[in-house]
């Protein structure tokens, strides 16, 4: 009986040392071939932006249906260029990007770009909703804030190459770059977004960010 149970002992150490081994030392030999624009997808971005770029987790933004030009623009954008910072700041990025080539960056935009938009849920305050309906559409001439629509279009596709699709977006994501750009952290933009986001009140950022996250 007590052999028995021994050879089950050695017979399941056997088996799992292999294993224990592989997770020790988790470096995969080195690829024969660089990783396709599949791969990356799947192995780098997936855990934060779901594995077709519809992100569920509402501080990371959603990427499919995005335009891709806009897409490998913020690609390159997270890069640090030498001696100089990146132009849009984000520590969690720049890292994701460090070994992107040029090249990855474009086929990475036109990947996400053809995946098909799955929208954010609708959020529920209807008085914000329809404040950020109003500026989306018509702007705020009291501030001077203008039209978003008129830049990213009256469902929010957004109108390629520059300018974004914000339809559908995390209500979450979408107000945290507002204030990113207002405080100057995102500033890749030529200063067009800063200018528009230096006129919104708190309010108007959190209902226009509502909003969008109902565009469809
Ligand atoms: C650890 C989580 C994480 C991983 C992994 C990750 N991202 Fe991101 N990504 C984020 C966050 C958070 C942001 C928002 C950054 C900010 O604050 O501006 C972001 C922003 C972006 C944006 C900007 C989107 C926009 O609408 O402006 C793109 C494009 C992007 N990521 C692509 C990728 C790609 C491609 C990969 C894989 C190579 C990747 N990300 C991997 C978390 C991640
Ligand atoms: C004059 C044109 C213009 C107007 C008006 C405008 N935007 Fe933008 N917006 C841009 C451009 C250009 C970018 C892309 C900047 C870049 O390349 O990173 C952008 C980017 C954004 C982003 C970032 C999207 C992302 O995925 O990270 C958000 C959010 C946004 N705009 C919201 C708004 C809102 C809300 C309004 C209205 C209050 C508005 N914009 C009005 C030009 C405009």
Known sequence: MKTIKNMVVLATLVFVAPF???????????????????????GVCAGCHGADGNS???????????????????????????EQPPHRNSPVM?????????????KLGEYYANQKLVPSQI???????EMGKILY??????????????????TGTGIPPRYPA?????QEYTMNQLGLFNNGERGN????????????????KRAVSEYIATLR
């Open 56 to 82: 569920i987790i509402p501080m990371n933004p959603i990427l499919a249906g995005q335009k891709a030009e806009y897409i490998t623009k913020q690609l390159l954008d997270f890069k640090a260029n030498g």
């Open 189 to 204: 933009d030529n200063g067009v977004m800063q200018k528009v986001v230096s006129r919104m009140n708190p309010q108007e």
């Open 166 to 170: 914000l339809a559908g977006q995390h």
């Open 137 to 154: 559409h018509g702007g705020n001439i009291e501030n001077q804030v203008p039209a978003c629509a008129g830049c990213h279009g009256p």
């Open 123 to 129: 959020p529920g305050d209807e008085n914000l909703l």
């Open 20 to 42: 224990v081994s592989a997770d020790e030392d988790d470096a995969p030999p080195a690829p024969a071939a660089p990783p396709s624009v599949e791969e990356i997808a799947a």
């Open 94 to 106: 720049s890292a994701m990007v460090a070994a992107l080539t040029q090249e990855d960056a474009q």
